[in-house]
């Protein structure tokens, strides 16, 4: 097919696929990297250079939404982060090295386990317990603002732990090209018991920053193509807006559900195709 | 204390806009010149023409679609580098140096992988 052909088609799948990732969660990144390959026959880097700069572009558009609503907590972000980008640059690194079916046959796994992340969403029933020695020493904890408006206080629980879950968060965004959004909210929500708004607001804030790590190996080995990144960015960037603003509006619950199935079979699909080394 | 963090979000969605218009635009050009071309990515070649930021200007003033397009990605890592910067800064003021020092560690590692041959 002809280039404009194929930009038009990049970029309404692109459009889609932010649309699909804002709505279940996932983000952009991790369902547009099977829809190139797959059905576009993108080489799977090329692929994941596109979704990488998506990932970063998507992450400093909404930043300053969620830092005006106060959920973000800088401290732990950056701390967290420290792990990140030590994860990420060496998965990025790593990309090199690893044959393509394997890095396939990877990404279909993280993509089956953020699924079952992002749907296995539960507020903590735990009772409070006091925040970790590390926490406390770091002033990591913070308030965010409640449904009545206060100022509600929350503690902070497991900081090496995250730390360990945010290192590898990072080295698979460095890895697959993704944002690893599933991996990072499980380490701020499920081990430091951080309120859910808190998790994600604060997750988005540091994905840009893992993704670029990884985007400046990318850029070194090639990875980037410019006509191929160019509309999937632009499509997933205002899929995202679309997206998060539909997420407002309706009850997504059973539009979750098709699209997280639908996100499965693309994963099996691959798994397949790496197994089979049809990649 | 929240003014900065603002002026982070702010400075992040104005360089987003920017390195979109930008890549827009490279992607209009190139399209204009190309449009017909068959198209292939199924295999992947290393293609390292975009290594270093001089590269860019090494064409002259005259940007193809193609390099308004790295022109424009490259605005958005710088912007990242940024963030941490502003970050680092937001830390300074509210005069938490482990922090400043933790925002430092994050741009040291950046700057290193964007500049790593």
């Known amino acids: ?26 983000g952009g990144g991790i369902v547009i990297i099977p829809v190139l390959v797959l059905i576009f026959h993108v080489d799977i880097h090329y692929a994941m250079g596109a979704s990488l700069i998506s990932v970063i572009a998507t992450s400093s558009g909404t ?9 973000t907590n800088l401290r732990i972000g950056m701390f967290l982060e420290t792990g990140a980008v030590i994860g990420a640059f060496f998965g990025a690194l790593l ?35 006091a925040s970790h020695p590390l926490a406390i020493a770091l002033k990591l904890e913070g308030t965010y603002p409640n449904l009545k408006g206060e100022k509600q206080f929350y503690q ?16 698979l965004s460095g890895l ?20 859910y708004k808190v998790a994600t607001t604060t997750s988005n804030f540091i994905i840009g920053i893992t993704a670029a790590v990884s985007a400046g190996v990318y850029f070194q080995h090639g990875y980037i193509d410019p006509i191929l990144t160019a509309p999937v960015m632009i499509g997933i960037i205002f899929g995202s807006f679309s997206g998060a603003k539909l997420l ?7 539009l979750r559900l098709i699209f997280t199935l639908i996100m499965l079979l693309l994963a099996v699909e691959m798994i397949y195709k790496g197994i089979t080394g049809n990649l | 204390m929240e003014q900065i ?20 635009a490279g992607l209009g050009i190139f399209l204009f010149h190309h449009s017909t071309e068959i198209i292939h990515f199924q295999t992947f070649q290393s293609d390292r023409k975009f290594i270093i930021l001089p590269n860019i200007f090494v064409h002259g003033f005259i940007f193809s679609g193609r ?19 502003l970050t680092a800064w937001f830390f300074k003021k509210i005069h938490d140096p482990v922090f400043v020092w933790i925002s430092l560690f994050i741009l040291a590692i950046m700057i290193y992988s964007l500049i790593r041959l």
Request: glycine share 8%; net charge positive.
């Open chain 2, 67 to 85: 390099e308004l397009i790295q022109l424009g990605l490259i605005i958005l890592l710088l912007i990242q580098v940024l963030r941490v910067i």
């Open chain 1, 1 to 26: 097919m002809t280039i404009l052909t194929f930009c038009i088609l990049l970029f309404i799948v692109a459009y889609l696929a932010g649309l699909l990732g804002a709505l279940t969660g996932l």
């Open chain 1, 156 to 171: 902070v629980q497991n900081v090496p732990w995250a730390w360990t879950l945010m290192t590898i968060a990072g080295g």
């Open chain 1, 95 to 129: 990309v090199a090295v690893l044959p393509t079916s394997i890095i396939a046959i990877i990404f279909s796994l993280v993509l089956i386990f953020s699924a079952y992340l992002t749907w296995r969403r539960q507020e903590d029933t735990e009772p409070v317990r």
């Open chain 1, 176 to 195: 697959l090209g993704i944002g690893s959004g599933a991996l990072k909210v499980l380490a701020m929500d499920q081990a430091m018991r951080l309120p």
């Open chain 2, 5 to 24: 963090q603002l002026v982070i979000g702010r400075a992040l969605f104005i360089g987003v806009l920017i390195s979109l218009l930008l890549v827009a």
């Open chain 1, 248 to 254: 407002m509006r309706i009850n997504v619950r059973i």
């Open chain 1, 63 to 71: 930043a300053l939404a969620y830092l005006r609503e106060g959920y």
